[in-house]
């Protein structure tokens, strides 16, 4: 392949052929590069007047695509276990869940999360941007076990993502087959890069698994707050700050959540990761018309920046809810009124996910067992 135009790579059909040809048989050791192929493959799909040394012209999309197969392709010559190659059981499990004002999860170890969508965000309840936040929260519990693992140097981990959002479960490994004319496309090939190098770097394998509503009831508690639905919990409908949101769920959901459950402030890497995936919706909602960008406006002498600077402050802060009641003026209500949640075990709920996960495994076919 060549570079032409400053922004451009060039080829022709029959050297592209050849590459697409030996990153098919490499996608068989990196199953997350797979999807980073699809796009690439339409190029050379057979038409009446092709020839071999037709010139073939890539995107930035598909540059980006054929960039991050190169990063797969140096890590991978450093090696690949077998570890991430045979399919196995989970040894990290987190859930998530998301609606159109906040999104939330937490990890088995009790890690747990939430961040608020306010009126800022151009999407800020836009129901048609639920499927994309659903993908961002399976993507930050993720990241947040990948940083787990690293920690506790647990060597070639096995993630398992749960939500109850089939289109976010999918793509993790078919991103590809979204419509690039879609508001989605931009912001799902940015979560889903991300979520394969990050695995590829720390050498983990990445599964995702479907669980019901009623049984990601403590993620779905974690990713709204006041009465933003048009309807209220009893443990969120006066804004708690996450400290006391901890103690309500340690209250309702003694039997599901782990021992160490508590909510806190993301990590600033995953954090600014999230809030980049955000930035990218923003431009994809105005772009197709829904809404337009509420501009804040900012007194000083640096005038563009500075508008830019305080605009960024302002979108970082409106996403973190208050870490503790002693940061804010909420006062603490009494728990006493709170009834205990009707809700399986969490012997019953780590059952339910583990017997979905062999159901699946046995229903393979014989062939993708060889």
């Not at 045979?86 to 040894?91: D, I, K």
């Not at 912001?187 to 983990?204: D, N």
């Not at 990713?223 to 400290?243: E, I, K, M, V």
Request: with cysteine.
């Amino acid at each position: 392949m060549e570079r032409g135009h400053p922004k451009t790579w060039v080829s022709s059909l029959e050297n592209l052929e050849s590459v697409i040809g030996r990153l098919n048989h490499a996608s068989y050791m990196i199953p997350l590069g797979r999807h980073f192929l699809n796009e690439i493959q339409e190029k050379i799909q057979p038409g009446p007047f092709r020839a071999k040394k037709q010139t073939v012209r890539f995107s930035q999309e598909d540059i980006r695509d054929l960039q991050l197969w190169e990063r797969f392709l140096i890590l991978a010559n450093q090696g690949i276990s077998m570890n991430l190659l045979v399919t196995r059981n989970p040894t990290r499990l987190g859930w998530s869940d998301s609606c159109p004002y906040g999104l939330g999860g937490f990890t088995l170890s009790g890690r747990a999360w939430r961040l608020r969508i306010s009126d800022l965000w151009p999407f800020h309840g836009d129901d048609t941007a639920n499927n994309v936040l659903e993908f961002l929260g399976m993507a930050i519990t993720i990241l947040l076990l990948l940083e787990e693992a690293k920690d506790e140097k647990e060597d070639f981990p096995c993630i398992m993502a749960l939500g109850d959002n089939t289109s976010a479960i999918s793509w993790i490994f078919r991103s590809s087959r979204i419509r690039k004319n879609s508001t989605y496309y931009p912001v799902v090939k940015h979560i889903a890069r991300t979520i394969a190098t990050r695995s590829m770097e720390a050498r983990a394998k990445i599964c995702s698994q479907h669980i019901a509503g009623k049984k990601n009831a403590v993620a779905d508690i974690l990713s709204f707050a006041g009465d933003a639905r048009g309807y209220t919990n009893p443990l969120t409908h006066d804004d708690p700050p996450n400290d006391i949101l901890t103690k309500r769920i340690h209250f309702s959901f003694p039997q599901i959540i782990p021992s160490g459950f508590k909510i806190s402030q993301l990590p600033r890497e995953i954090e600014s990761f999230a809030l980049s995936v955000m930035r990218i919706m923003s431009k994809s909602w105005n772009h197709a018309g829904k809404l337009q960008t509420r501009r804040l406006t900012d007194n000083g002498d640096a005038g563009q920046a500075s508008c830019r600077t305080a605009e960024y402050e302002a979108m970082t802060n409106s996403t973190r809810y208050q870490e503790t009641a002693r940061d804010c003026s909420w006062q603490e209500a009494s728990l006493s009124p709170l009834e205990a949640q009707n809700s399986i075990s969490r012997v019953e709920l780590l059952a339910n996910v583990r017997d979905q996960w062999y159901q699946r495994l046995f229903a393979m076919p014989l062939a993708a067992w060889h």
